[in-house]
């Protein structure tokens, strides 16, 4: 795990251990400001060594959203859902952390 990753852990989940269960993915729905303003989900837990540093910096440099766990299984659906959740973000509709968390509801962990 690199610094920059326990960094956000700790700032964005500081009641959850800093290595995820294996049958959770890790994600946050963040608003990207620092280039067009377009709403994005990270899956922590997915990123490769390639491109963690880079994602996770981009996800700390914008605007926290909604984060959580989604189960390993049904993620298929569930990344629909967030899929779903960008797209109604993207197009100006305003979601409270209330609604993003009752449509993810059969997913979460």
Wanted: hydrophobic content about 40%.
């Amino acid at each position: 795990m690199t610094k920059v990753f326990a960094i956000i852990l700790r700032s964005r989940f500081p009641a959850v251990a800093f290595t995820p269960p294996p049958d959770k993915i890790m994600f946050e729905i963040y608003r990207d400001v620092s280039r067009n303003g377009a709403y994005e989900v990270i899956y922590f837990t997915e990123l490769d060594d390639h491109n963690r540093e880079a994602e996770i910096n981009r996800a700390a440099n914008g605007e926290h959203i909604y984060d959580g766990f989604i189960r390993n299984r049904g993620k298929d659906q569930a990344k629909l859902v967030l899929g779903s959740i960008l797209e109604r973000l993207n197009k100006g509709e305003s979601l409270q952390a209330a609604e993003i968390e009752r449509a993810l509801l059969p997913y979460t962990a």
